[in-house]
């Protein structure tokens, strides 16, 4: 057992070390060319909740490894010598919830400051906002952990009567119990004999269960889009692609609107800007900000199109073949994600959302793998997990093109400034919590008798006030829903080319 606690101490230890080169990576070639050699502290920031974030969902692999540690020893106290997973999943997602309400605001507010003042103003107005949130929520949280902090376990009292101690034993299908009962007196228990056991929770564990329902909400309607407009989008892009290279005549008359467009564009932003000097920034101005920021997004997604439809220059054939192997894989990624998220789909509905469980399903399937080779498990459940990341921000990034009320934040390769990374940042952060969360329930029977089962099973599923979202599984059936909508929308409307908008302009 010391052995193995040692080896997956050294696996830890070299996967936060990957996590943490793999995240500078990403920043490193996303980010944008405005932002290359300063804004420190939001790249720092970045680099860390993507850490943390990959890192939590990588935990519940290692609680299960970490619980299998002790699972043959023969002495009392045994599972006292593994890693303490409890007090590491809530250092984990205390830093989350920290990062999320206080840290990363602060770096956006500080970030999207006016350049034209001084370090010194900008960090004293994004401390304010920070320091007023942090009240603020310091507040609610204690006021509600003060009133309703509790959690009411369920309990059934059971007791049984004496007899005399027998000369002979003889146990039978028809005699299961001593003094010849057909069934012990604690077995046949009537419904009047369960009781409440109602305790305080640890503050710790409060604050996470609360960040667990903000990011549940955010996971239910994200995720659930996410996970059927991830594989779609892929697919239908395929569908959708151009079939053939146009003409030159055609290529002048597309890059003519969308020079149009772009002019129009720029009217609008240039007006913007003077209006957010003039220090008139009220809901109409921050209305037409995002209205002209998925215009523009959108004008982007053309150019790229039309550059795709017509390859320029003298290796314009190899370009085009390159742009035909694009789609291809998008359309085998896209298979490939339409498979996962329909298992995800049937796994929710068989194993959670139907009592008693059709079958154990994916936990199985984890368990299979697991006997095949002690890591194959572990990797096929983080993948899953992961995929459930990836849904919601395909989830965001859709809502976002389609709702005004929703600001887009798109990660492009080498063009992604530091406010959209935070923004996402803080997306992941905030849905990683309630992804642990529903992936510890989804997969209750693989992950059973760890830590996180007993944070985010016993004590979150218990909690007074909330626990009827998860006794009732609200969370699970909005998913559910949301996906079939989703699927509904694609077979409907996925298909269809979308038409080049009009005229922009700014709502009066």
Not at 21 to 42: C, G, K, R
Not at 163 to 179: A, D, H, K, L, V
Not at 356 to 367: C, G, H, K, T
Not at 372 to 385: D, E, P, S, V
Request: hydrophobic share 50%; glycine share 6%.
């Amino acid at each position: 057992m010391g052995d193995f606690n040692l080896a997956l101490v050294i696996v830890a230890i070299v996967v936060c070390i990957l996590v943490f080169i793999f995240n500078v990576y990403l920043l490193v070639n996303y980010q944008h060319p405005d932002d290359a050699n300063q804004a420190y502290f939001p790249k720092f920031v970045v680099v860390l909740g993507l850490s943390v974030a990959a890192i939590s969902i990588l935990m519940l692999p290692a609680d299960v490894a970490n619980r299998q540690a002790c699972r043959h020893a023969i002495y009392n106290g045994a599972c006292n010598l593994t890693l303490p997973m409890k007090d590491l999943w809530l250092a984990v997602y205390i830093l989350d919830a920290v990062l999320v309400f206080f840290v990363i605001p602060f770096a956006m507010f500080y970030y999207e400051g006016d350049q034209e003042k001084s370090v010194g103003k900008r960090i004293k107005s994004a401390l304010l906002w920070v320091v007023t949130t942090a009240i603020v929520c310091g507040l609610v949280l204690g006021i509600l952990y003060g009133l309703i902090g509790k959690v009411d376990f369920t309990v059934m009292h059971l007791s049984s009567s004496t007899t005399s101690f027998p000369t002979t034993w003889e146990f039978s299908s028809s005699q299961q119990c001593i003094g010849g009962t057909h069934q012990c007196s604690a077995y046949t228990a009537s419904a009047s004999s369960e009781k409440t056991w109602t305790m305080r929770t640890t503050f710790p564990e409060y604050v996470v269960a609360l960040a667990t329902i903000v990011g549940s909400v955010l996971f239910a309607i994200f995720g659930g889009v996410g996970i059927a407009c991830l594989p779609l989008g892929l697919i239908f892009s395929f569908i959708k692609r151009p079939k053939a290279v146009i003409t030159r005549s055609q290529y002048i008359k597309e890059a003519t609107e969308l020079g149009k467009k772009a002019r129009e564009l720029k009217k609008a932003a240039d007006s913007l800007q003077q209006e957010e000097r003039s220090g008139s920034k009220g809901r109409k101005w921050r209305k037409n900000v995002k209205a002209v920021g998925k215009e523009l997004l959108q004008l982007e997604e053309d150019v790229k199109l039309l550059e795709e439809m017509y390859p320029q220059g003298e290796k314009a054939e190899t370009s085009w073949a390159l742009t035909v192997l694009g789609y291809l894989a998008k359309l085998v990624l896209g298979i490939l994600g339409l498979i996962v998220s329909v298992a995800w789909v049937a796994h929710i509905v068989i194993y959670l959302l139907i009592n008693p469980p059709l079958s154990a399903f994916l936990n199985e399937v984890f368990i299979k793998l697991d006997d095949i080779w002690g890591l194959l498990g572990t990797a096929a459940f983080a993948f899953f997990c992961f995929y459930l990341l990836l849904a919601v921000i395909a989830g965001a990034m859709m809502l976002g093109l389609r709702l005004v009320f929703i600001t887009i934040h798109p990660m492009k390769w080498g063009a992604t400034l530091m406010n959209s990374f935070l923004f996402n940042v803080g997306l992941i952060l905030l849905c990683s919590i309630s992804v642990i969360q529903f992936c510890s329930t989804a997969f209750a029977y693989y992950a059973q008798a760890t830590a996180a089962q007993e944070i985010f099973g016993h004590t979150l599923e218990s909690l007074r006030g909330i626990k009827y979202l998860y006794k009732y599984n609200v969370f699970q059936i909005a998913f559910v829903a949301l996906a079939g909508l989703t699927f509904v929308y694609y077979a409907a409307f996925g298909w269809r080319r979308r038409k080049p908008s009009g005229r922009f302009q700014l709502s009066t």
